[in-house]
């Protein structure tokens, strides 16, 4: 494939038009009034959108991030707006030791992980499966996949009884996507490790949940898909177009909020725009 549109790992300032993921419009609750969560690829897009409507709804949040470090103190002061406690780190997910670190310094600074959002991701499409490389390969299951085992098992010494988990799959998960074969195997997985950590949790009555968005206008597809890509990005779609982060978003705070939420595990919400899928 040809160039991406931006340099990876893609900040908000560099898109060709800016992104709905600060809820302006959200009016929160106190559904999660007294919690504190932490959300991996929190500086932009669908994690910036959670994390601020977490925090609308009463949550201290700490946020993991890569390297685009102007986003996430936009984040970081999105948050704090709220009135709510923040906490920003950059972090190589790659890196198990990485992601550890990152849980008890979270955990540190808002005395508790009682929701965790493993929202954080790789993609890079290729023509064919003969274009994925060997490093490109298990960069994107370090990623996609290892971080969030590693994240999660740390973090359930820091959970009270009664957390929530939240992961991100994607629409690409369900159904797969000729260009994204090594992303889409992961999306894959993450269903599948949901679906098993909702039953391995259960005796603690952690919830462990799953949204599988459809085509969203974030960062991430500027930086991963060339100009002619990026310009009909989620024109498949029945409705038409890409949802913004904005849309997503509240399908984390239905799984976060125990309120909304307590009959529910080893589900999955998918906001893809339309699209009915069979089974």
């Given at each position: 494939m040809d160039e991406p549109m931006i340099d990876y790992p893609g900040r908000t300032r560099e898109m060709p038009s800016t992104p709905r993921d600060e809820m302006r419009d959200y009016v929160g609750r106190d559904l999660l009034a007294g919690q504190?969560?932490?959300?991996?690829?929190?500086?932009?897009?669908?994690?910036?959108?959670?994390?601020?409507?977490?925090?609308?709804?009463?949550?201290d949040v700490a946020i993991g991030y890569l390297c685009e470090h102007d986003d996430a103190r936009r984040t970081a002061e999105l948050i704090e707006a709220e009135g709510r406690k923040s906490f920003h780190k950059a972090v190589d997910l790659t890196d198990a030791s990485a992601c550890r670190g990152l849980v008890a310094?979270?955990?540190?600074?808002?005395?508790?992980?009682?929701?965790?959002?493993?929202?954080?991701?790789?993609?890079?499409?290729?023509?064919?499966?003969?274009?994925?490389?060997?490093?490109?390969?298990?960069?994107?299951?370090?990623?996609?996949l290892d971080a969030i085992f590693y994240i999660t098992k740390a973090a359930l010494a820091h959970m009270p009884d009664g957390g929530a988990i939240i992961n991100t799959s994607s629409i690409n998960g369900l159904r797969g996507n000729k260009h994204l074969i090594d992303y889409a195997a992961t999306k894959g997985g993450i269903l599948a490790l949901t679906y098993s950590l909702a039953q391995s949790l259960m005796e603690r009555r952690i919830r462990v949940n799953c949204v599988a968005p459809g085509p969203v206008w974030t960062p991430l597809i500027p930086a991963t898909f060339p100009e002619e890509a990026v310009e009909d990005f989620g024109e498949q779609a029945p409705y038409d177009r890409a949802a913004q982060p904005d849309e997503i978003a509240p399908s984390f705070?239905?799984?976060?909020?125990?309120?909304?939420?307590?009959?529910?595990?080893?589900?999955?919400?998918?906001?893809?725009?339309?699209?009915?899928?069979?089974?």
């Open positions: 504190t969560a932490l959300v991996t690829g929190g500086d932009s897009g669908i994690g910036r959108a959670v994390a601020i409507a977490l925090a609308k709804e009463g949550a310094d979270a955990a540190n600074e808002l005395g508790s992980i009682s929701i965790l959002v493993n929202n954080a991701a790789y993609q890079m499409p290729v023509e064919k499966l003969e274009d994925i490389s060997d490093e490109q390969w298990r960069h994107t299951f370090a990623v996609n705070v239905f799984f976060a909020a125990s309120k909304l939420s307590s009959y529910y595990s080893g589900e999955v919400l998918a906001p893809i725009g339309g699209e009915t899928l069979p089974g």
